[in-house]
């Protein structure tokens, strides 16, 4: 589990860039602050989505 989970919700018709940059940037979690992202969608409200970072702090998150 991680020390520190930020949650970032944005509004996008392109979540299939943001898609693209995570799948790009994946190879690279845990050797920086974040130990992993998700991007979810919220269906309860078409276009919005979070994106979900764990760290293993509070002070890594803000680096």
């Known amino acids: ?25 994946q190879p690279q979690q845990g050797t920086g602050s974040a130990l992993r992202g998700t991007v979810t969608a919220d269906y309860d409200r078409p276009g919005y989505y979070l994106n979900i970072v764990e760290f293993t702090s509070r002070g890594k998150a803000m680096d």
């Open 1 to 25: 589990m991680a020390g520190f989970v930020q949650i970032i919700e944005f509004k996008t018709s392109r979540v299939n860039e943001i898609r693209d940059l995570v799948a790009q940037m």
